[in-house]
């Protein structure tokens, strides 16, 4: 039996690029081919199909995602390591010159509404972001720098969804004005702690 040449988390990482970019229903299998260097029956060989490719690709993806997670883990204020998080979702979506968004925001808009498989890789990313933004919230409220006034995790919830409205708003809203739309929707949700 002849051994593979190519390492398929590297593959997955390269078809990763091209979804992120293309979005799963414009992205081709020439496409992956292309951005892979693989030929179709390689990819076919080891991931059995596109959508195969594309469930291996958002797994993947939780590797660009854990950095966030680490810095919620981190030392500081609740409040402090929160309004990092959100400055740094902002600054990767004016940053990005091809406004990609995130990618499991992307997924979740395109495919999770009808594709159990894609909707439990979508929700185990929100969930594993949302128990790192509860310990830090339980955390704050033990040292007091944040308020009691809600639960930990609709607080969670709601720090999540306002990561995800900053990827939307980030690849929508006019460039002129990205910067201080973004801005003033952490501002805003950060009074909520």
């Given amino acids: ?10 593959i997955a990482d390269a078809a990763m690029q091209v979804f992120w970019q293309r ?4 992205t081709s299998v020439q496409d ?6 693989l030929s179709r029956s390689s990819l076919y060989g080891t991931f059995e199909s596109k959508q195969g490719l594309y ?6 993806y939780e590797a660009v ?21 959100l400055e740094r ?19 979740t808009l395109e495919l999770a509404g009808h594709d159990e498989a894609v909707a439990a890789l979508v929700a185990h990313n929100f969930q594993r972001l949302q128990k790192a933004l509860e310990a830090l919230i339980v955390r704050g409220q ?3 720098d944040i308020a009691q006034a809600h639960k930990p995790r609709a607080l969670a919830r709601f720090i999540v969804g306002t990561m995800q409205g900053l990827r939307v708003l980030g690849k929508g809203s006019a460039p002129r004005q ?11 949700a950060l009074t909520a702690l």
């Fill in 23 to 26: 979005g799963y229903a414009a």
């Fill in 65 to 85: 995602t854990t950095a966030n997670v680490q810095l919620l883990a981190g030392p500081g204020p609740a409040p402090a390591l929160m309004r990092r998080l």
């Fill in 178 to 188: 990205r910067r201080q739309c973004l801005q003033d929707v952490i501002d805003v």
């Fill in 55 to 60: 469930q291996q690709a958002l797994r993947r």
């Fill in 142 to 144: 033990q040292e007091g």
């Fill in 32 to 37: 992956l081919v292309d951005g892979t260097g």
């Fill in 1 to 10: 039996m002849r051994t593979k040449d190519f390492d398929p988390d590297d």
């Fill in 89 to 107: 979702v902002a600054e990767d979506e004016i940053g990005d010159p091809r406004h990609r968004g995130c990618l499991v925001a992307n997924a």
